[in-house]
């Protein structure tokens, strides 16, 4: 178990490498407007000494290596033009923490109230509980977010007595962007967890939890719930990490200081070194994702171990 | 006679399907005595499961009990139960696993593949026997031993995929001993297994069912399997029992032409070079009423009474009894299959 761990994060970093080796080489082709804030004003001698100051002349090898020389002592880099002169870790430290609460927010509500809400949808199949709740699923998904969006901001925030714009320090303000963020994940979760229980309980094991003389919501808590939530919580902690990206459209509707939409805005204004940083957060997040994913998978099912050739089943 | 732990009087069972009603068990009678392994056997459909789930209130949710009575003998205060009356899951839980526990088919399944088999035998221990945890575990593994698994204090704690089929299928009897039951329905419980352990298993049931004062239900469609193990046989068609006997009696003098024919379906029976007998035709639809003998239609010895109207049980002996006007005083006679006779003298079962 641990040999396959430490097997597992080592080819893990080099998943990493490549990613950035790649993404780096790529940047390269950029037209080099990106690298100056002021590109139309200078002049081509101004121009090259710019390039020279920032190892853009040296052959791409030595460049990479220097990249990864820096990377390791946790220098990013400086935004040449989102923010001019400002270290990447800074642009991203002021961003990060806004979507991490929100996003870490809205997963944590979502669970709260998805998967109890899936459970009692197996558990009153086909009665008026579950009735309400897949309509409830069946409008979040059908209706496009951006409406509910909308309704949320314009009629909600008058019930609550809240301005339409975001404020940070403001626990009232929250409330609104978090629930918006995570209906559709209650929905995913509520439908994915019905779903399976209901798969589950007509499986031969329930017949002999029942034959045993096991109640019924004694059955589906003690033997349904966990078989059924196995194959949700792979996807758990990479729900957890993604939420970095941040939501483009609920940051903007609040206008909430967050990551949403920032790569695409730094990859448009050509600022190479903002896109490097982004790309490596998001491949660290989706790589250990994948991982914790796998962990969560091995403590809850005993017939997956890690490490070993022999598939058991 | 022998005290009685279970009488079905007329049992009807309907299900309900696409709008349409099948009667799955049309008006079955019989009884069972205590401490008895009593076979029941027929062709797949022919309702020996849906018969048993019954005793259980674990049919389909299509299904329901639509007339006849489950007396049930065996409760501790002594008191007759009807089982057919029972409609809330909380009295249910009286009955499942405390009075009657059930083995099934395919021991592959039946496990949960999350939990250590230590604690799906220890859940059952705890819901029926009013032990704490310490003393449950302690009980666990006597079940584990009892029900011949080596090492039970490591396999207390393995989970059923680190089990074979034979072995799982233990783990699944271990789980229906220790919720002390009075009667063991197995359905199929060999079915799945390969012939080797297939005799280990019914060992086994014999075995404990003695320790543990059990009245066993076996419900097969092998009757090497019956032959083996039954006191007591009896033989479904299209949701009746057709013909109820001791072992002996429907192996060697059999009066139903259905049981005939089931008999000659044997292949140890077969003579090497011949084509293995089958039943011609198929059984009825359940969804029509079915109207005299069920069997008819595929039986060449059938009667013009047959057709008409259904007969009731003729008793060829105390013990044994079977619907088929053959046995009228007024109906012609008609010689048994020769196979009878040579199960007879050949002793081949």
Known sequence: MLKYLIKRIMRSFLTLIIILTVVFCLLRLMPIEGYFPNFEKMTPQ?????????????PLPVQIVHFFQKLVHGDLGVSRIYRANVPVAEVLSDKLPVSIKLGVLSMITALIIGLPMGALMAR??????????????????????????LFIQLYATKIMGVGLLFQINDPKYWVLPVLSMSLNNIAFYGMWLRRYMVDESNKDYVKLAKAKGMSEGGV??????RNAFVPLAQYIPTAFLNTVIGSIYIESLYSIPGMGGLLVTVIKRHDNTMVQGIVLLYACVGVVGLLLGDLIMVMLDPRISLGKKEGDR | MREHILTVNDLEIQFKLRGKCLNAIRGVSMEMYKGEILAIVGESGSGKSVFTKSFMGLLEQNGHVAGGSVVYYGSD????????SIKKEKDWMKIRGREIAMIMQDPMTSLNPLKTIGAQIMEAVLLHQKVGRGEAKAKTLEYLTDVGIQDPEVRFNQYPHEFSGGMRQRVVIAIAIACKPKILICDEPTTALDVTIQAQILDLIKELRHKYNLSVILITHDLGVVANIADRVAVMYAGDIIEIGTCEEIFYDSRHPYTWA?????????VKGTDLFSIAGTPPNLYAEVHGDAFAPRNPRALKIDFVERPPYFQVSPTHKAKTWLLDP??????PPSVVEKIRNGGLI
């Open chain 1, 46 to 58: 101004q121009i090259q000494v710019g390039l020279q100051e920032m190892g853009l002349t040296d």
């Open chain 1, 124 to 149: 009153f199949k086909y009665r008026w509980f579950d009735k309400i709740g897949t309509l409830f699923i069946v409008c979040i998904q059908a209706v496009p977010a951006a409406v509910y969006y």
């Open chain 1, 220 to 225: 589906m808590f003690k033997h349904i719930f």
């Open chain 2, 77 to 84: 205060d002594g008191e007759e139960v009807d089982l057919t």
């Open chain 2, 262 to 270: 089931l008999l000659s379906s044997l292949p140890q029976i077969g």
């Open chain 2, 330 to 335: 007024r109906a012609p006679k008609v010689e």
